[in-house]
């Protein structure tokens, strides 16, 4: 009786494997940034930036808020490098631009504060690919609403 116990038991474990295997056509396919993309996406940024005389630092992170691009023009404050990733990271994270946490503060909304990484300054914006988020930009270095117009600029060359 226990050697048939036993049998029964591996045969079970068996088919329970063979059956759990993944093939590649299980998983998903999705799109991603690469280095090449988020050069783009920043010298189309800087491109605004320069446009308006504004020094600034550009950031692109990918849809894990893992930092792909960094880029600080002359003359921009050390300290709008940690914003700019800040930022960016946020978008991502959130999945909205962080304009709408800066509007949601202005309207009273203090909540906000209380979210872990959410930043409440303009800057930062997704940027997505087939309906899905696969990273962000983020901007810093001048008046939080120019930092929107360069971090939008960045995104339009992705279509």
Do not use: C, H
């Not at 901007?139 to 939080?144: I, P």
């Amino acid at each position: 009786m226990r050697i048939a116990a036993t049998t029964i038991a591996l045969i079970g474990s068996l088919i329970l494997t063979m059956s759990s295997e993944v093939s590649a056509q299980d998983l998903t396919a999705k799109k991603s940034l690469n280095l090449a993309v988020a050069k783009k996406i920043a010298a189309a940024a800087e491109a605004e930036a320069r446009k308006n005389n504004w020094n600034v630092v550009i950031t692109v992170l990918d849809e894990g808020a893992n930092l792909l691009y960094l880029q600080r023009m002359d003359g921009t404050q050390i300290g709008s490098v940690d914003v700019a990733i800040a930022k960016a990271a946020s978008a991502v994270k959130f999945k909205r631009a962080t304009k709408v946490f800066e509007d949601a503060l202005k309207g009273g909304r203090q909540a906000i504060l209380k979210l872990p990484g959410a930043i409440p300054v303009e800057g930062g914006e997704v940027i997505s690919a087939d309906g899905a988020v696969i990273g962000a930009i983020g901007v810093s270095g001048v008046q939080s609403d120019q930092d929107g117009i360069i971090a939008r600029a960045g995104v339009a060359v992705v279509k």
